[in-house]
């Protein structure tokens, strides 16, 4: 009895052996999968203060990387277009009210008011009223108004102000679709993390943009993890760059696997 209770026992044993074998060997064939897969997905990171150009970068990425910007994707981004365009008029206008600069146009102080108000409403831009139009149009022909955009180092003002301005008469078509060009120049805070996906020989290029602004930190702290590469993006901006451990980096480069000749041929 108790030789029969121990050989069930050990065919109980073995039969668990061979599904734990089973199981394990399903697990690191997995695992291996895994890391293959991980092996070719290269992270990077995009950073940069608020407002340095981050954002138009990885645009540029997915327009020359990946498919773009699909047609549907392009009109949703109209109204984007219009209202950076009415903002950016009433930051001009309140940039040259903070300088002292009279409109050479008695009609565009209307104009002005108008501007006021929509932006306080908050109010949808796209598409212009007939109304809006003319305030704009009016407004970028002002002398007064091209004076301040002259000085708009002085205040603050969006760098595609210009580029929308003259672009008025085609973005108030009523056929209009925001062009490529268009959706790099339009500007949008951020928020959180943005991810674009593309394959380049061979390899998986996973790009990730960050809120810029301080308050967005604890959004994409996290994107760190096992990132290969960080890409700092900066504009008009002088950079200190601390090396520690030089001792590590002298030995490193002095040794065939880490010489730098892999990445500078002209290097020796």
Same mark, same amino acid.
């Given at each position: 009895m108790n030789f029969l209770r121990r050989r069930q026992m050990g065919n109980?044993?073995? #039969?668990?052996?061979?599904?734990?074998?089973k199981t394990n060997k399903k697990i690191n064939t997995e695992l291996a999968t895994a890391k293959k897969d991980d092996e070719n997905v290269?992270?990077?990171?995009l950073l940069g203060a608020g407002e340095s150009g981050k954002s138009t970068v990885l645009k540029q990425m997915r327009i020359i990387h990946n498919s773009g910007f699909s047609q549907e994707e392009s009109m949703t981004k109209r109204n984007v277009v219009c209202a950076n365009t009415v903002?950016?008029?009433g930051a001009l206008v309140e940039g040259m009210r903070s300088l002292r600069i009279?409109?050479?146009?008695?009609?565009?102080?209307?104009h002005e008011k108008m501007i006021r108000e929509t932006l306080s409403e908050n109010t949808e831009y796209n598409p212009f009223t007939d109304e809006m139009f003319t305030a704009l149009t009016d407004l970028w022909a002002d002398k007064g108004v091209q004076s301040a955009y002259e000085k708009r180092?002085?205040?603050?003002?969006?760098?595609?102000?210009k580029y929308f301005f003259e672009s008025l008469? #085609?973005?108030?078509?009523k056929d209009y679709i925001p062009s490529e060009t268009d959706i790099l120049h339009? #500007?949008?805070p951020t928020m959180g993390v943005i991810e674009v996906k593309f394959n380049m020989k061979g390899k998986v290029f996973r790009v990730f943009d960050v809120g810029g602004q301080r308050s967005q930190r604890k959004k994409w702290i996290h994107c760190f993890?096992?990132?290969?590469a960080l890409i700092y993006y900066f504009v008009n901006t002088s950079v200190i760059l601390f090396l520690n451990k030089i001792d590590l980096f002298q030995e490193k480069i002095v040794t065939k696997k880490r010489s730098l000749a892999i990445a500078f041929e002209a290097f020796s």
């Open positions: 109980c044993d073995s #039969r668990e052996l061979a599904e734990q074998t290269i992270k990077l990171l903002q950016a008029m009279d409109f050479s146009n008695r009609l565009c102080n209307a180092e002085l205040f603050y003002l969006h760098d595609s102000a008469k #085609r973005i108030n078509e339009i #500007r949008v993890d096992d990132a290969k």
